[in-house]
Nanobody, 115 residues
């Protein structure tokens, strides 16, 4: 089992940047596929980006070229670097870990993009 804690959210102006961090407790972090999801008010939760155990990466079309997901297995962390932020990026961002079909979620961190 793994516990996930996100940090790094906040209020940023359009065009700004934020870096989200997800700290994982427990063992075998490197065996987990990690992902970031987001959920805006009144909308379904959606995948933002995913990084596999071999660091293969996919992104949602809406964030390609602006967001970068990465992982540091030595520190049990996964990151989401968000650049050129837009108001439509406003959402609660969730860290997700998956291993063998079992999925774990963090509590979420709020990102608000507004002038």
């Amino acid at each position: 089992q793994v516990q996930l804690v996100e940090s790094g959210g906040g209020l940023v102006q359009p065009g700004g940047s934020l870096r989200l961090s997800c700290a994982a407790s427990g063992n075998f972090f490197s065996y987990y596929q990690m992902a970031w999801y987001r959920q805006a008010p009144g909308k379904d939760r959606e995948l933002v980006g995913r990084i596999t155990t071999t660091s293969s990466i996919i992104y949602a079309d809406s964030v390609k070229g602006r967001f970068t997901i990465s992982r540091d297995n030595a520190k049990n962390r996964v990151y989401l670097q968000m650049n050129s932020l837009k108001p439509e990026d406003t959402a609660v961002y969730y860290c997700n870990g998956n291993r063998g079909g079992v999925s774990y979620w963090g509590q979420g961190t709020q990102v608000t993009v507004s002038s």
